[in-house]
């Protein structure tokens, strides 16, 4: 059983609109979260990581958990083609190992 | 930030041959690194957890004898994939978990491997 899902996608989105990337956790003791943007044939790159309940803006790039309802997301205002990427969500669990979604893969049209 | 070099990005070997990929932290001491592998259009698959001066901890399905790791330093671990066959040929990534930066995973650029 898998313990982070997304959605595979793909998401599409128009140039300049918000793209909204959602992750669920099963691991009620998963502590942080992180999101990775993987360009094709690339390794990921850690974008933002989260811990608190609430919201966690960084730029263009908003994270949003809710341990309640075992999710976390990611915002991504102003959405530009460079964006186009698989998203990684991955959750720590015990022993600080990071367990990760199947990634959903969004597409920004100019 | 944290930097993780991983070597070679590219490979290309003959079936029964091995190969071995490097994964250093360049700026930072690494006590835990981890190897996954990844099909094309899949996400990661953790292979091993490798701790600094013992024994890599295996997932389950992945072969021990057959994907060799060596941790032998706080900036460097190695994978040696022993005796390839084509269904061995992925994206191998290595990671190291940075202590001085809030446990934060920083990944290597990543090695592709095709066996002939």
């Known amino acids: 059983q898998k313990e982070v899902e997304q959605n595979s996608g793909p998401l599409s989105v128009p140039e300049g609109a918000i793209a909204s990337l959602n992750c669920t956790y099963s691991?009620?003791?998963?502590?942080?979260f992180f999101w990775y943007r993987q360009y094709s044939g690339k390794s990921p790159e850690l974008i933002m990581f989260?811990?608190?309940?609430g919201d966690k803006e960084d730029g263009r790039f908003t994270a949003q958990l809710n341990k309640a309802s075992q999710y976390v997301s990611l915002l991504i205002r102003d959405s530009q083609p460079s964006d186009s990427a698989t998203y990684l969500c991955?959750?720590?669990?015990?022993?600080?190992?990071?367990?990760f979604g199947g990634g959903t893969r969004l597409m920004v049209k100019p | 930030g944290a930097v993780v070099s991983q070597h070679p990005s590219r490979v290309i070997c003959k079936s029964g041959t091995s190969v071995k990929i490097e994964c250093r932290s360049l700026?930072?001491?690494?006590?835990?690194m981890f190897w996954y592998r990844q099909f094309p259009k899949q996400s990661l698959m953790l292979m091993a957890t490798?701790?600094?001066?013992?024994?890599?901890?295996?997932e389950q399905g992945v072969e021990k004898d057959k994907f060799l790791i060596n941790h032998a330093s706080l900036t460097l671990s190695t994978l040696t994939v022993t005796s390839a066959h084509p269904e061995d040929s992925s994206f191998y990534i290595c990671s190291a978990m940075a202590s001085e930066a809030n446990e934060k995973l920083f990944f290597g650029s990543g090695t592709q491997l095709s066996v002939l």
């Open positions: 991955a959750s720590d669990n015990a022993g600080n190992m990071l367990t």
């Open positions: 691991d009620r003791g998963s502590q942080s």
């Open positions: 989260i811990y608190s309940n």
């Open positions: 700026d930072f001491q690494a006590t835990t």
């Open positions: 490798s701790n600094e001066g013992s024994k890599a901890t295996y």
